[in-house]
T-cell receptor, first 113, second 112 residues
Framework: DQQVKQNSPSLSVQEGRISILNCDYT??????FLWYKKYPAEGPTFLIS?????DKNEDGRFTVFLNKSAKHLSLHIVPSQPGDSAVYFC????????????FGKGTKLSVKP | ETGVTQSPTHLIKTRGQQVTLRCSSQ?????VSWYQQALGQGPQFIFQ???????GRGNFPPRFSGLQFPNYSSELNVNALELDDSALYLC???????????FGQGTRLTVV
């Protein structure tokens, strides 16, 4: 039973265009969401997060949108750069879960020059 | 300020053996979490340690155990290794209840 789903295993985008990575969740107790980026042979790197009391959080080229009614969040990268090519993981945490992050399976983003 | 470091980076063990993986948390962090990432999957929570006590556990059998030391470094021990234990094991550190965890590069364990 997957509580966090990233239904697109891969995404290919042209440099300079927008990348949109999607994530769906089923557990209504989740109140904090994070995006991590992972390069091969490295650990995941924190990218951006959002609390369930917000619907948008922005940090430079990265924006995360949260739609609680649809149990859906998305990560927008504008403009996309070749260095953004990596696997992106969506993660969620429920209040009182002692920091237990539930991860999706990841989406591999390829940004082509 | 040093980041999260894990050792060894790669390891090959035989089914039935025991293994110990090590993690040094980022400076100033007192909470360590361990995750297992199987091929093609996202990381899966094993357990968390806070101030040397287990503070939460995922759906893993008791043969997965851990320790946290006074300097907040940590060990993950796996007994009676099974082929399905082959995975990337990730350690993440954070300060207290903050959810923004910082990950190490992982230990790739292969069980043959």
């Amino acid at each position: 039973d997957q509580q966090v789903k990233q239904n697109s295993p891969s995404l290919s985008v042209q440099e300079g265009r927008i990348s949109i990575l999607n994530c769906d969740y089923t557990n209504s107790m989740f109140d904090y969401f994070l995006w991590y980026k992972k390069y091969p042979a490295e650990g995941p790197t924190f990218l951006i997060s959002i609390s369930s009391i917000k619907d948008k959080n922005e940090d430079g080229r990265f924006t995360v949108f949260l739609n609680k009614s649809a149990k859906h969040l998305s990560l927008h990268i504008v403009p996309s750069q070749p260095g953004d090519s990596a696997v992106y993981f969506c993660a969620a945490s429920a209040r009182g879960s002692q920091g237990n992050l539930i991860f999706g399976k990841g989406t591999k983003l390829s940004v082509k020059p | 300020e040093t980041g999260v470091t894990q050792s060894p980076t790669h390891l090959i063990k035989t089914r039935g053996q025991q293994v110990t993986l090590r993690c040094s948390s980022q400076s100033g962090h007192n909470t360590v979490s361990w995750y297992q990432q199987a091929l093609g999957q996202g990381p899966q929570f094993i357990f968390q340690y806070y101030r040397e006590e287990e503070n939460g556990r995922g759906n893993f059998p008791p043969r997965f155990s851990g320790l946290q030391f006074p300097n907040y470094s940590s060990e993950l021990n796996v007994n009676a290794l099974e082929l399905d234990d082959s995975a990337l094991y990730l350690c993440a550190s954070s300060f207290g209840s903050r959810l923004q965890a910082f990950f190490g590069q992982g230990t790739r364990l292969t069980v043959v």
